[in-house]
């Protein structure tokens, strides 16, 4: 997988997004920096375009849905190919690493639940990245195996006994 040009696309995204916020009439600022370890397990992006300013909660209002639509229309418009496109990352308050930790915690509940009740258990749909993190908590638990289940928006992350597949739960 080839590195991003950081130099062609800083100025890319900054030409995108910065006319985008002000059309919206979003008073957010936004500092890009290079990716850092604390997001390796993101995807060890290369960029991280990270938002301040007043109107930051609305970024982080329903889950990060303004932030990830935000991520998605940038790095759709730049035309990276898709096995770049998880390069870039937006974050606002340290959502992203937050929300990793709340993955994390949610994911080895699931699996407690499903180690010792022996029933499959799906998580609610979620974004590919989300999913990523999903199995990689788990990847190591011999008590459990995971699968994603699903299709578009509706895809999820299915939870089962490591010997058993049977159908999941709603």
């Not at 916020?21 to 960029?47: C, I, N, V």
């Not at 990352?89 to 080895?108: G, K, P």
Request: with cysteine; hydrophobic share 40%.
């Amino acid at each position: 997988m080839a590195a991003l040009d950081l130099g062609k696309v800083k100025p890319q995204v900054e030409q995108l997004l910065g006319p985008l916020l002000q059309q919206a009439r979003f008073d957010l600022q936004f500092q890009m920096q290079a990716g850092t370890e604390r997001y390796r397990d993101l995807g060890s992006p290369e960029l991280v375009v990270n938002f301040s300013g007043p109107d930051i909660d609305l970024l982080l209002e329903r889950g990060g849905e303004l932030l990830e639509a935000l991520e998605q229309i940038v790095t759709k418009s730049l035309r990276l190919p898709l096995t770049e496109q998880g390069k870039i990352v937006f974050d606002c308050r340290d959502y992203r690493i937050l929300r990793l930790d709340e993955l994390r915690l949610m994911a080895e509940t699931a699996a407690e639940r499903v180690a010792h009740g022996r029933m499959p258990f799906s998580l609610n749909p979620m974004s590919s990245r989300d999913r990523r993190i999903v199995h990689l908590a788990l990847k190591e638990n011999p008590a459990v195996r995971t699968e994603s289940d699903g299709g578009g928006p509706y895809r999820k992350v299915v939870i089962y006994p490591a010997e058993n597949k049977s159908e999941p739960r709603p």
